[in-house]
């Protein structure tokens, strides 16, 4: 016989397995995603630790600034249509394959403008110090290689193919690795020869991703549908650019200010820090989707907070650990990389506060409020500008010049925290 006293345990009981049960999928999708972000982790690790300790200080500088600037430009592709094109997968996936036809087609008419601007961006930034062919040869690895990868990794994620987003994303990684290898192993050890290393391993990782992971359905043209998504998805390319610019602009600028050499060990510590973000943009990319199909998931504040607390707790704590690594065995990534471990630790909050600003940023995709986005990602931008400038002419100690970066990007992540909550009381935009 049934005790009174056993009903409410069970009815508790029974609540968290229809908890679970409920979320099941959500957690089965995420574990997916994670595990790609975990192979990627490990294989962008490989990858870092073979070339910046086979370029010189210098020239890997002057690569992950030239990367930088080939990831910023390569948003020009198609004007951005690729935001239509996740925005389909996620919604309604019967049209993919009338998207990729449109995303082709705009991406053959951007072509002009890339270059143009990609030419533009090299006598501003570049003429000084890096080759045009090497720069050439980083931004078409970048904006004509990778960038359409990406968009089969966006694809399915959309389609909710985690699993097999993550297989893509691991062996592409890995193909990048294999190819700084065998670069380690070649006789010259240029930034000139690299890039070509570079375009072949972004090229194999292009004809695997079309080959074998893209959903096949019958390309069809129809430009009525495409012009009436071409406005939003060129606030999306504008905003993309302003994004990347104001998440990379520090790279350019202490490239034109500082040097060559300066660049490199600041790469270096930025690219440990950009290993950060790897796992905190996977739960942003699904957050993304969760919001499209319901605008009003982060209505309540202590959501809010309780994600922005998560996100900077686990992005800081992934640096102390590396920081703390470093400090003990400050050869453990190389040698070129043992001229920046002092530095690591001292670049502690900024982790936990880029990836917010990048967070932050995301939320307004998600609801549609694209024309918004850009118009804030604008501004963080000419802060940033401003920021960094002052700090780079006013500072040359290079310890206390990466210390004040926590100042920067607190006041940055201010910034986008009024502009975005700001913007997010307004009603979401239809999708």
């Known amino acids: ?52 300790n086979t370029l010189s200080i210098a020239e890997f500088g002057m690569f992950a600034t030239a990367s930088a600037a080939g990831v910023m430009l390569s948003r020009i592709l198609a004007f951005g249509f690729i935001s239509a094109l996740y925005r389909t997968a996620t919604i309604r996936p019967n049209l993919i394959g ?53 968009v089969v990794l966006i694809v399915n994620n959309g389609l909710g193919k985690f699993g097999r987003a993550a297989v893509l994303a691991i062996l592409a990684t890995a193909l990048r690795a294999a190819g700084a290898v065998l670069f380690m192993l070649s006789a010259q050890h240029t930034v000139g020869v690299w890039s070509w290393y570079y375009i072949g391993a972004n090229a194999v990782s292009l004809i695997i991703a079309f080959g074998f992971f893209y959903p096949r359905q019958r390309l069809r043209l129809r430009t009525e549908l495409y012009l009436r998504r071409l406005a939003d998805s060129i606030y999306v390319a504008g905003a993309e650019v302003l994004f990347y610019l104001q998440m990379e602009f520090d790279k350019l600028l202490v490239l034109a200010i500082g040097g060559p050499h ?19 943009r996977t739960f942003s990319m699904m957050l993304v989707q969760r919001m499209m199909r319901a605008p009003e998931l982060l209505s309540r504040l202590a959501v809010k907070s309780g994600i922005e607390g998560g996100v900077f707790l686990v992005s800081t704590l992934a640096l102390a650990a590396l920081g703390i690594v470093l400090h003990f065995f400050p050869n453990a990534l190389g040698r070129n990389v043992a001229e920046a471990a002092p530095l690591v630790v001292l670049a502690i909050c900024v982790p936990g506060l880029r990836n917010l600003v990048e967070y932050q940023a995301e939320l307004l995709f998600a609801r549609g409020q694209t024309a918004v986005r850009a118009l804030n990602l604008g501004l963080l931008a000419g802060l940033k500008a401003v920021l960094l400038t002052y700090v780079l002419t006013a500072i040359a100690d290079t310890p206390n010049l990466v210390l004040s970066l926590n100042i920067v990007f607190l006041l940055l992540y201010l910034a986008s925290a009024l502009l975005t909550y700001s913007a997010m009381r307004r009603p979401a935009k239809a999708i």
């Open 262 to 280: 300066l660049a490199g060990i600041y790469a270096i510590i930025m690219r440990l820090v950009d290993l950060t973000a790897i796992p905190i």
């Open 1 to 52: 016989m049934t005790q009174a006293s056993d009903i409410p345990q069970r009815r508790t009981l029974a609540r968290i397995g229809t908890f679970v049960a409920a979320r099941r999928k959500l957690v089965i999708d995420y574990v997916s995603a994670i595990s790609g972000a975990g192979g990627r982790l490990v294989f962008s690790l490989a990858y870092f630790i073979a070339l910046a």
């Open 98 to 150: 009338t998207f990729t036809a449109g995303f082709l087609l705009l991406g053959v008419v951007s072509l002009p403008l890339l270059a143009a601007a990609s030419y533009g961006v090299y006598l501003v930034f570049f003429a000084s110090t890096v080759p045009l062919s090497a720069f050439a040869a980083i931004v078409f690895a970048e904006a004509l290689l990778w960038r359409p990868v990406e």
